[in-house]
């Protein structure tokens, strides 16, 4: 038996700081219909799709600084988006920056994706939970990183839901790193989990770094991919952006950590593949079957005595 979806990476090149929103649905809406042509029914965007990586600099005008967050979704300028891919059945994640008013009357700004299923309806909205960076502008670097300065971690933690025929998941990009990310959504059965990134080549933290980006880019992504028997799809916004060199290299990751679809440029790139989510249950049910193999009062075990099972420091 296959449950088999075409999965397309509509990976995006550089935006531009004073890009328009029109400009840049313009763009998705080509890729959607490239999309469409290959039969795609799921269409991942990358984080920040619609807009440039405006983190990297250190807006204190909160007019400007609003000008890249999305009050709804879908707004007026990504309508035709939804409405277009409704029309032709295809389904997509898309990452945007999130500004909204609790009932409290509180505003709070989030790194976000929406996922749509292919019937138009809106199926999640998962807001980032690793912020990276830094909260305060370090003139030292040749740009910021500043999404500790404009996002909050999301409160709703990693969900998964049942749409395009499976059990899926979202992260966007730091969250990748983190090993926890794919187990708590594996604990809950995830066949699908969809992330997109914006990484720059140069970390002004440890730029020893530099060189391994791609590499730790993937390692992670296929590290949990086979640690919690599911796909994952990680998109890129690639390319020069204002200065700054961004990877590419967006991929597909099958349960067995295989790549199976990568992207070749570090422009505007469709990539897309068929993948049968029954794979994964050939790793749910056998080396990774959690409810078998895992021992979790062992990690509470270690977890509580960790203090008292190291070697005293030498004086």
């Known amino acids: 038996m296959s449950r088999n979806l075409d999965v397309g990476m509509a990976q995006m090149g550089p ?32 984080e920040l799709a619609l807009t440039t990586f405006f983190p990297r600099w250190h807006i204190e005008d909160e007019e400007e600084m609003l000008s890249f967050f999305e009050e709804e979704m879908p707004s007026e300028a990504t309508q035709p988006l939804f409405d277009e891919a409704a029309r032709l059945g295809i389904g997509f994640c898309l990452g945007y920056a999130e500004v909204l008013t609790d009932d409290e009357g509180v505003t709070h700004r989030y790194n976000t994706q929406i996922l749509v299923e292919r019937d138009g309806s809106q199926v ?5 939970i690793h912020i990276p960076g830094h909260a305060d502008n370090q003139e030292w670097r040749p740009f910021q990183h500043l999404e500790r ?15 395009f025929g499976g059990i899926v998941g979202m992260a966007i990009c730091n969250d990748r790193r983190w090993s926890e990310t794919y187990r708590v959504m ?12 914006n990484t720059p080549y140069f970390y002004a933290a440890d730029p020893q770094q530099n060189a391994l980006q791609n590499f730790h ?10 640690q919690n028997g599911c796909w994952v799809v990680g998109v890129a916004k690639a390319g020069t952006e204002e200065g700054v060199e961004n990877i590419a290299q967006s991929v597909i990751v099958a349960p067995s950590g295989q790549i199976v679809c990568q992207t070749i440029t570090d422009g505007d ?3 897309v593949a068929r993948i049968d989510l029954d794979f994964c249950r050939f790793y749910k ?15 509470r075990i270690i977890s509580e005595t960790r203090g008292a099972i190291l070697p005293p420091e030498p004086e």
């Open 15 to 46: 935006t531009a700081r004073h890009a328009t929103r029109g400009e840049v649905v313009k763009r998705m809406m080509e890729l959607l219909h490239e999309a469409a042509e290959r039969k795609v029914e799921l269409l991942v965007y990358p």
């Open 124 to 128: 999640a909205r998962f807001r980032k």
């Open 149 to 163: 300065y404009y996002f909050e971690s999301g409160p709703g933690g990693f969900g998964v839901w049942r749409a």
């Open 186 to 197: 594996g604990l809950q059965g995830a066949e699908l989990i969809l992330i997109g990134y």
């Open 217 to 226: 880019n993937h390692v992670v992504m296929q590290a949990g991919a086979y």
């Open 269 to 271: 790139e469709l990539a």
């Open 285 to 299: 049910e056998n080396v990774f079957n959690f409810d078998l193999y895992r021992v979790p009062e062992h990690y």
